[in-house]
């Protein structure tokens, strides 16, 4: 029972990090636009979250600071692919890169160290007021992480948005047909600029998860294909914002898991790998296309273009 | 078509000319000196007979990686596994090379190349199958295979290949599997001719037979392809196989040439790095033994860099990026081919 709960929270923890970066990307992929750079604006999330966390002694001004890397690089991802008509996965994996480099030199200026940061303030855990009475299940959520309340209220939020709202309908109406959107008068790429900049912050608050709310430092590339993996769970989640968090969930149980099996007898490579074996048999659940966006990644032209 | 190749090396020029200046401000930022960093990386790239041979050395696996993302782009997929089937070719090369110890030197490295390309493919292959079968785009499965395959064989370097003393290595190989250097305790070995001649190879079955105008047609546009009954699924599956067949070799000359076993993380990023390569060099097999060169040399460059300037060597995967980036948005280097001619018009005027 114990080892159970402890998977159940330890899924949570997981489905944190991932949740918000499968709502960006689920945002992204609406507006027509690939964004595997989710990786990358996750690894800057995490690292500028311990920076501000580290020069301010506040994790609340790291997180700012994370927010705003991540809508930097989502405006990134956005200039070259709608602006200059760079392939999206190029672009993606160009972010990606310069994520992976620049805060390796990063780190070593300022930490002068090859692996990890120092230990930073992190954003700690809430008590939750009646939860935290309830038997069972304050053992696995009745203490969180103020971020798995900020993701809440950002799915809340998005699909509120999404679903109820004219913005909403304009996002939906680029995801069917650009075409149609720009006849319609829709100002298609002032949508995809915010929509994207959007995605980079949502990443970078998962990023920020991995640091700041979990482990307090940051460890070389220690996101470790999770923007990835977010990808996958957008297209199971059928680019709905309670399906990519709720899939993400599930794939926290996976993750979950690995960290119970690490303290058994297999061998902690071959437990290492259960994510990524999890992320390819859910594609193969998910199969590509059905019910997406059919056309993201293609570039779209405004009129006068 | 020659003008086309013309703006297509003025822009992989002009993006590296850009990435160096956007690093040389990055480099200003930290508050080191950029003339004396790339000073210093100029000197360690070139400066003296090991230093060419650094450069050399360490383009040798960029081409193979380099030509595996070409191949596979020629056939319109985008593998970006380049990473995983390297760490694979090399590890089926490190136990192949660790027994048959009798056998004559050329056919030993043969078998251990064979094991590698094969073991390269198939891991290559797994992604082609799905993507032909499954519809699931090749993207996300290559890097997932890439995270499994490096986990995986770092499972089998700390158990059952596991050299006795305390590095997670496998054993030497035999002596008849070893690839000779050209310049002693240099990592340039004759492993680089083989790395020209992959690309010969590549460059004549794309110019010059059947098979490569087919796989380039599947690339341009597959469904006209199989209007004008091309297989495009076959060539898929073919140019996986390639494509991974020789990144695997790729990591069996790192093996065979340089290392002599198989050590955890010794491949690190070459799959990446060779994106970069390909990129730069327009996906043309002569076009990435250049870019790998100067890559190469980037990459020698940096250690000397870190060693004079402290400059941090990571520094170079940034400039990678920004490589990647500029050369993927030819618009920004013609918009600024533009401007400056434009300003050149107003002085003249």
Known sequence: MDTLLNIIACSV?????????????????????????????????????????????????????????GALVGLLHAVLTIEFKCEHILSSLGINMLASGLTLVLLEVIWKSKGSSSSVKGLGTIRLPIISQIPVI????????????????????????????????????????????????????????????????LASLGGAYLSIGDINMFIKDMVS???????????????????????????????GMQYRLQSVTIAPQLVQCLPYLATLIVLLFARSGRGGPKAAGKHYYMKGQ | MESSKRSNVFISIGSLLLALLF?????????????????????????????????????????FAGLAM?????????????????????????????????????????????????????????????????????????????????????????????AEGMTARTNYISESAVIPSIIRNTRLNYGIFLAIAVALIFLFILKRTIMGYELRSVGLN???????????????????????AVAGIGGAVEVLGVHKYYISNMTVKYGYDGIAVSVMGGNSPIGILISAV??????AGASNMNRMTHIPSEFISVLQALVIIFVATPAIVRRGKDRISKGKGKREG
Not at chain 1, 45 to 69: C, E, K, M
Not at chain 1, 145 to 163: E, G, K
Not at chain 1, 240 to 253: D, E, F, K
Not at chain 2, 118 to 130: N, R
């Open chain 1, 13 to 69: 923890r997981v489905a944190t990090a991932i949740g918000f970066a499968a709502l960006g990307g689920m945002l992204s992929e609406r507006v027509r636009i690939i964004n595997m750079g989710l990786e990358g604006m996750m690894l800057f999330g995490s690292f500028f979250g311990v920076v501000g966390s580290y020069f301010s002694g506040s994790a609340w001004i790291g997180l700012g600071l994370a927010l705003v890397a």
């Open chain 1, 138 to 201: 304050k053992e696995v959520i009745g203490t969180v992480s103020p971020l798995l309340i900020l993701l809440i209220i950002c799915v809340v939020f998005i699909y509120y948005i999404l679903f109820r709202s004219v913005y909403g309908v304009r996002i939906r109406v680029i995801g069917d047909n650009p075409e149609v959107a720009g006849s319609l008068g829709i100002n298609v790429y002032k949508i995809q600029y915010i929509t994207l900049v959007c995605s980079g912050m």
């Open chain 1, 225 to 255: 294909g999770r923007g990835y993996i977010a990808l996958a769970m957008v297209v199971l989640g059928r680019w709905h914002p309670i399906g990519a968090v709720a899939v993400g969930l599930i794939y926290g149980m996976a993750e």
């Open chain 2, 23 to 63: 690093s040389a401000l990055l480099i200003l930022l930290l508050k080191y000196s950029p003339i004396e960093a790339y000073g210093a990386m100029f000197k360690g790239a070139f400066g003296s007979k090991n230093s060419w041979a650094a450069t050399l050395g360490t383009a040798t696996p960029l081409i």
């Open chain 2, 70 to 162: 070409a191949i596979s782009n020629k056939a319109g997929v985008f593998n970006i596994g380049g990473e995983g089937q390297i760490v694979v070719g090399a590890m089926a090369a490190a136990v192949a090379g660790q027994y048959g110890g009798g056998l004559p030197k050329i056919i030993h490295i043969v078998i251990c190349l064979l094991a590698a390309g094969i073991a390269g493919g198939l891991w290559a292959g797994i992604a082609a199958l799905l993507k032909v079968k499954m519809k699931i785009n090749e993207v996300i499965v290559t890097i997932m295979l890439n995270y499994l395959a490096v986990y995986f064989v770092n499972y089998l370097v700390m158990n059952p290949f596991k």
């Open chain 2, 222 to 244: 597959p469904s006209a392809a199989e209007n004008a009954g091309i297989a495009a699924a076959k060539y898929i599956y073919i140019a996986m196989f390639l494509s991974g």
């Open chain 2, 294 to 299: 100067v890559f190469g040399a980037l990459k």
